[in-house]
C-alpha cells in the first residue's frame, strides 16, 4: 500500500542528499556552525525514518550508525572534524547508492560495512576523547590525553575494528537491534500466546492523565477486548464537588483478565501512559480445579496489604461475614473488598474453563450420554442407600469404603453433567436464520448481534430454549424495531440491531434479547390489559410489572394481527416455558430506545437442590431456589367462609394449599405441621406439609407416559432408603389455587 | 433563592469528555447552590469520559452530605451503558436512568480519602 | 461523521503515505509540512479529533508545536501522536513532557499506524 509513495520518497531522499552534501561542505569551514550540524543531522534522520517504510530497509540500517554518529555531534560528545566529514560525505554517496539499487534485502558490501564500522568507531573515539566543544567542563588531564593521544588512539580504534572486528561489530550491532527486538515482540503477543494465562492488573492513573488527551476508560476498554476481564474501579477517592478539581483523575482500577494474547499485549495497552501511571501487571496461577484450593478473601486481603493481620483477626471473630465487619470497622476499602471478591470469582472461573482450550474432543451420540446421567442417577440413589445401610452395621472397615464411594460418586455426578453441558451458541446460530428471513418479509433491515456463545448449559435446557427464543426475537423484531423510514426519522440508523446475550450467573444462566428499536408501550399495555380485564381499572402497575403483561394468555397490543406474531399467542407460551425450566422473565425497556427481555435459567434440569418434606409416608421434593421460608402453621388458620385457605404471613395474607388435600393422603393429621412459603410467579404461596426434613440435591427422573397428565408433579427421584419422592410443581399447583380462590370469590 | 427541595435537572452533552467538564462542572454547583437534589439526563449522551463520571459521583456526594440525592432520568444509550458495565462502574447493562443510581456501587457515598 | 486528522511532516512521502492510510480507513485527514504551518491549520479548523506531527522539522519542531497547540484552549485535550524512531529515548519522553498522547515509532505498517490513531482518536 505504502509502495505508491515509493518514488516520492526516493526523489524527496535524493534531494536530501543534495542538501547534506551542501551542508557537510559548508561544515567542513564552519565546524562549530550548530545550525548546520542540526540541518545534517535532520536529513540523515529523516531518511533513516522513512526508508524502511518504503522498500529500502538496507539503506535504513546503513543510515542508522550515520545517525548516531552525527548525534554524538549534535549532543557535543564529540567534535566535527574532518574525519567526521569525510565518513559523512562517503556515506552519503553510498546511501545514493542504495536507494537506487532495486532489491533492498541484499547483504551489505565489503565498503558498506567498514563505512559502518568506521561510522561506529569515530562515535567511540570522540565520546572518550573528545571534549564537548564549547564545554569547559573537561578536566585538565582529559585535555591533556586528547592533545596527546588523538592521532594514536584513532589508529588504535581503527584497528580495534579491523582486529576484534566482529566482537566490536557486534557490540554495535546487539546495542542498536535491541530496541528492534523489543519492538517486534511487543507486535506479535508473548511467547506464551495461544493459551490462556490470567494476569492481576493494577492501573492508578496519574492525576494529571487527561492533560495529554489519554482517554483512560479506552484503555480498560482495550483490557476487556483481550479476554475475559473482571474490573473494579476505586471510586473513593473521588472528593465532594467543592474540592474536585475537574481535569485531574481520582480513579485507579484493579482487574483481573484471562487472555491468550500475552503480557505484552496487556503492556501494550497502557505503553503510552506507563511510567507517570502506575501500572503493575502480575501474572496468577490459576491452581487445578481438583489439586489447588480456592483462596479465602482473608487470605487475598492480606496478601495484597490492604488489612492488618490483627485486623483481620479480631474481624474473624465476629459471626457475621468477614467483609462486611471490615467495612463497618473501616478497616477495608468497599472498592478494594469488591476488587479481592472479583478476582475470586474470576479465578473460580478461569479454574472450571482452563482445560477447554487445545484439548482433544469426541464425539459421542447425546443418547448415551442421557444413559450415562441416568445411570449415575442411579448410583447416587444406591450409593445413599449404602451408606444407610452401614451406619446401621456399625462397620467401621464397611462405612470407610461407603464414605470413599460417596466422594467418588459425587465427583463421577459432577462430571456426567458436564458432559452434558452444551456452548448455547449452537442455537444463536438458528437464530440467524430467522431474523434474516424475518426482516425481509416485514420489509425491515435488521442485524442481529450474539454474545457468550460459549455460555454453557445443559443440553436438555437449550432444546427446551429454542422455542421461547424464537417467539421472542419474533416479537422485537415485529413490535420493536421500527422500519427503516420511521428509524430514520426517529434519528435513528434505518438498521436495527437485535442482541441475544447469554451469561452466567451464579447457577443460573442469564439471557438476554434486545433492541434497539421503539420500546415497549407501557400506555397502550396498560390500556389493552384493562380492555382485556387483565387488570382492574385504575389500578396502577410498575413498569417492570406492565411489561411482564405482555406475557400473560390472550395479549397483543400490535394494532393490526400481523402474521408473524399471531394472534397474540406466542408470548404467553414463553412465560409458561420458561416458567417450567424453573426460571424466571424479566423485561426492561426505554422508550424510543429499546427494550431488553432477560430469561434466567438454571443450568441443569437433572439435578436440583431441592427440600425434602413429608406427609404422612410419603415424600415430596420442592425446589429449593423458590422456598422461601418454611414457618409453622398457626392454629387459627383455616378455611374462610368463601372457601379459600389463607394465613397471616409478615403481616400479609397468605393463600396455602393443604398438599394433603391436594394429593389425596390418608392418616391422621398431626397437631403441629409446617408451611413451606415459595415464589411461584410473583406471587408467595404457602404449602402445608407435615414435616420438613431438609435440603436434599437429587437427580430428576422423569415420569413415565402413564403418568404425563398427573397435575401438581413434574418428576420423581430415588431416597436413599430406595423409596421415591415426587418432585412437586408447585406453579401448577399454586395456579390451580389461585384458580379455584378467583371462582369462589 | 429557590426552594431547597426543587429537583435540578442537568442535561449532559452529547459528548461528555474532558473538554467540556469545566463546564459542567460550573453547571453542577450552581444547581447545588440552589438545591440538594440534581438529576442528570444522560440520554444525550454518546461519549461519556472519565472526567465527567468522576463529576456525577462528586456531586451525588456533595448532594447526599446536603440531605439530599443525586440521581438519573431518562433511557441511557448503548454505548454509554456499555462503557459503565465494561470498565466495572456498574454491574450489569443499564438502560434506564432510573435504575442506573442503584447500579453504581459507590455512588453518594462519602469519599475524597487520599 | 469522520473522525478529522491533522498530520504533520516535512517529509511529503510520509506525510502522504499517513493520509493515503487514514483516508482509506475513513478517516479525514489536513496535511501540514511543519510546526509552523500546523499552528495555521489550527488555527483555521474548528476541531481536530486526533493530530499525528513529526519531531524534527525545520521552522518549528514538533516539540514546540505541541507546547504551542496545548496552548490553545480549543486543542488543549486533543490526542497527538508523536512520530519517532525507536532510537529517540530522550525524543519520545520530550514529546510526552510537552503533553503528547503516545507516539508512533518509524519505520510503522499501515496495521500499526491504524492500530494507534484507534487507540487515541476513538
Known amino acids: 500500500m505504502i509502495d505508491k509513495f515509493r518514488e516520492t520518497f526516493r526523489e524527496e531522499a535524493e534531494e536530501l542528499l543534495s542538501q547534506l552534501e551542501d551542508v557537510l561542505l559548508e561544515l567542513e569551514t564552519r565546524p562549530d556552525d550548530v545550525e548546520l550540524i542540526n540541518a545534517a543531522f535532520r536529513a540523515v534522520h529523516t531518511i533513516k525514518g522513512s526508508a524502511g517504510m518504503f522498500g529500502f530497509e538496507k539503506a535504513g540500517r546503513f543510515t542508522h550508525d550515520l545517525e548516531n554518529l552525527l548525534d554524538a555531534c549534535r549532543s557535543g560528545l564529540r567534535a566535527v572534524d574532518s574525519r567526521v566529514i569525510d565518513l559523512s560525505l562517503r556515506a552519503r554517496d553510498k546511501i545514493r547508492a542504495m536507494l537506487a539499487e532495486a532489491d533492498s534485502s541484499a547483504p551489505f558490501d565489503e565498503e558498506a560495512q567498514a563505512l559502518m564500522a568506521e561510522f561506529r568507531a569515530a562515535v567511540e573515539d570522540g565520546s572518550q576523547l573528545s571534549p564537548p566543544p564549547g564545554s569547559g567542563k573537561a578536566g585538565s588531564v582529559k585535555a591533556g590525553s586528547v592533545k596527546a593521544g588523538s592521532g594514536t588512539v584513532g589508529a588504535t580504534s581503527l584497528s580495534a575494528g579491523s582486529g576484534h572486528g566482529s566482537s566490536g561489530a557486534d557490540t554495535g550491532r546487539t546495542a542498536t537491534m535491541q530496541p528492534e527486538a523489543t519492538q517486534t515482540g511487543a507486535d506479535k503477543p508473548g511467547f506464551k500466546a495461544g493459551t490462556d494465562e490470567t494476569y492481576r492488573i493494577v492501573f492508578e492513573p496519574a492525576p494529571e492523565i487527561f492533560m495529554n488527551g489519554t482517554k483512560v476508560l479506552k484503555l480498560i476498554e482495550e483490557l476487556a477486548e483481550l479476554g475475559t476481564l473482571s474490573v473494579v474501579p476505586a471510586v473513593e477517592a473521588i472528593p465532594p464537588m467543592d474540592l474536585l478539581d475537574p481535569e485531574r483523575c481520582y480513579v485507579s482500577w484493579n482487574a483481573v483478565l484471562t487472555t491468550s494474547s500475552g503480557i505484552n499485549a496487556i503492556r501494550d495497552v497502557f505503553i503510552f501512559v506507563e511510567g507517570a501511571s502506575r501500572v503493575v501487571i502480575e501474572h496468577l496461577d490459576i491452581p487445578d480445579e481438583d489439586g489447588g484450593r480456592q483462596k479465602r478473601v482473608g487470605e487475598m486481603l492480606l496478601e495484597r496489604g490492604l488489612v492488618r493481620p490483627e485486623d483481620l483477626g479480631e474481624a474473624l471473630k465476629s459471626q457475621k461475614r468477614l467483609g462486611e465487619v471490615l467495612l463497618e470497622n473501616k478497616l477495608l476499602k468497599p472498592s478494594d473488598l469488591e476488587s479481592v471478591l472479583a478476582e475470586q470469582a474470576h479465578i473460580k472461573h478461569a479454574q472450571e474453563h482452563q482445560h477447554d482450550t487445545g484439548a482433544m474432543s469426541v464425539r459421542v451420540a447425546s443418547v448415551k450420554l442421557d444413559q450415562l446421567v441416568d445411570l449415575v442417577g442411579e448410583m447416587v440413589t444406591l450409593q445413599a442407600r449404602l451408606t444407610s445401610s452401614t451406619s446401621t452395621l456399625g462397620d467401621t472397615t464397611l462405612s470407610g469404603i461407603a464414605e470413599q464411594l460417596e466422594r467418588l460418586v459425587s465427583q463421577l455426578r459432577d462430571n456426567a453433567m458436564s458432559v452434558r453441558m452444551l456452548p448455547i451458541g449452537s442455537t444463536f446460530n438458528k437464530f440467524r436464520r430467522v431474523v434474516r428471513d424475518l426482516s425481509s418479509e416485514l420489509g425491515k433491515d435488521v442485524e442481529l448481534l450474539t454474545e457468550g456463545a460459549e455460555t454453557e448449559l445443559d443440553k436438555t435446557v437449550i432444546e427446551r430454549l429454542n422455542d421461547p427464543l424464537v417467539h421472542i426475537i419474533r416479537n422485537s423484531l415485529d413490535h420493536g424495531v421500527e422500519s427503516p423510514d420511521d428509524r430514520r426519522a426517529a434519528g435513528k440508523p434505518p438498521k436495527g440491531t437485535v442482541c441475544l446475550k447469554a451469561s452466567h450467573s451464579g447457577a443460573h444462566v442469564v439471557i438476554q434479547v434486545s433492541d434497539d428499536g421503539k420500546g415497549l408501550d407501557m400506555d397502550a399495555i396498560r390500556r389493552k390489559a384493562t380492555e382485556r380485564g387483565l387488570i382492574a381499572p385504575g389500578e396502577i402497575l410498575s413498569d417492570a410489572d406492565a411489561g411482564l403483561l405482555i406475557f400473560r394468555a390472550g395479549f397483543s397490543t400490535a394494532v393490526s394481527v400481523t402474521s408473524v406474531s399471531g394472534r397474540g399467542v406466542g408470548m404467553d407460551v414463553v412465560k409458561r416455558e420458561i416458567d417450567s425450566l424453573g426460571g424466571t422473565v424479566s423485561v426492561e425497556t426505554s422508550a424510543g430506545v429499546g427494550s431488553t427481555i432477560s430469561l434466567q435459567i438454571p443450568l441443569t434440569l437433572a439435578i436440583i437442590e431441592g427440600l425434602l418434606v413429608r406427609i404422612a409416608d410419603e415424600h415430596f421434593v420442592l425446589p429449593l431456589s423458590s422456598v422461601e421460608a418454611c414457618i409453622e402453621l398457626p392454629d387459627d388458620a383455616g378455611q374462610t367462609s368463601n372457601g379459600s385457605r389463607l394465613l397471616s404471613y409478615r403481616g400479609d395474607l397468605l393463600p396455602y394449599v393443604e398438599l394433603r388435600d391436594a394429593f389425596a393422603i390418608q392418616g391422621t393429621v398431626p397437631g403441629f405441621r409446617q408451611v413451606v412459603v415459595v415464589n411461584s410467579q410473583e406471587h408467595k404461596i404457602g404449602f402445608v406439609v407435615d414435616a420438613v426434613i431438609g435440603d436434599y440435591q437429587t437427580v430428576i427422573k422423569p415420569l413415565g407416559r402413564m403418568f404425563k397428565d398427573v397435575s401438581g408433579i413434574s418428576g420423581a427421584t430415588i431416597l436413599g432408603d430406595g423409596t421415591v419422592a415426587l418432585i412437586i410443581d408447585f406453579n401448577r399447583l399454586a395456579h390451580s389455587a389461585r384458580a379455584a380462590q378467583a371462582r369462589s370469590a | ?114 | 461523521m469522520a473522525k478529522k486528522l491533522l498530520v504533520i511532516d516535512d517529509s511529503a512521502a510520509i506525510r502522504q503515505s499517513i493520509t493515503y492510510i487514514l483516508q482509506q480507513d475513513g478517516y479525514e485527514t489536513v496535511e501540514a509540512i511543519d510546526g509552523l504551518d500546523g499552528l495555521q491549520k489550527l488555527d483555521s479548523a474548528d476541531r481536530f479529533d486526533c493530530i499525528i506531527t513529526d519531531v524534527n522539522m525545520p521552522n518549528m519542531d514538533g516539540i514546540t508545536f505541541i507546547r504551542k497547540a496545548r496552548e490553545n484552549p480549543k486543542f488543549k485535550f486533543v490526542p497527538i501522536l508523536v512520530l519517532t524512531t525507536e532510537s529517540q529515548g530522550t525524543k519520545m519522553n520530550e514529546g510526552k513532557e510537552a503533553g503528547a498522547t503516545g507516539w508512533i515509532v518509524k519505520p510503522f505498517s499501515a496495521d500499526k499506524l491504524l492500530a494507534v490513531v484507534k487507540k487515541v482518536a476513538e
Do not use: C, H, W
Not at chain 2, 17 to 42: C, H, K, P, Q, Y
Not at chain 2, 59 to 69: H, L, M, P, R
Not at chain 2, 87 to 106: A, E
Open chain 2, 1 to 114: 433563592m429557590a426552594s431547597k427541595n426543587i429537583v435540578q435537572r442537568i442535561q449532559l452533552e452529547k459528548i461528555s469528555g474532558i473538554d467540556g467538564v469545566t463546564d459542567l462542572a460550573r453547571r453542577i454547583r450552581d444547581a447545588l447552590a440552589n438545591s440538594n437534589r440534581i438529576e442528570f439526563d444522560l440520554s444525550a449522551v454518546v461519549e461519556l469520559e472519565l472526567p465527567a463520571i468522576q463529576l456525577l459521583y462528586a456531586a451525588a456526594q456533595s448532594a447526599v452530605a446536603a440531605g439530599g440525592e443525586a440521581s438519573f432520568a431518562g433511557p441511557v444509550q448503548e454505548s454509554v451503558a456499555a462503557r459503565l458495565l465494561v470498565t466495572g462502574f456498574s454491574k450489569s447493562l443499564v438502560r434506564d436512568g432510573q435504575v442506573l443510581q442503584s447500579r453504581l456501587p459507590g455512588f453518594g457515598a462519602p469519599g475524597g480519602r487520599s
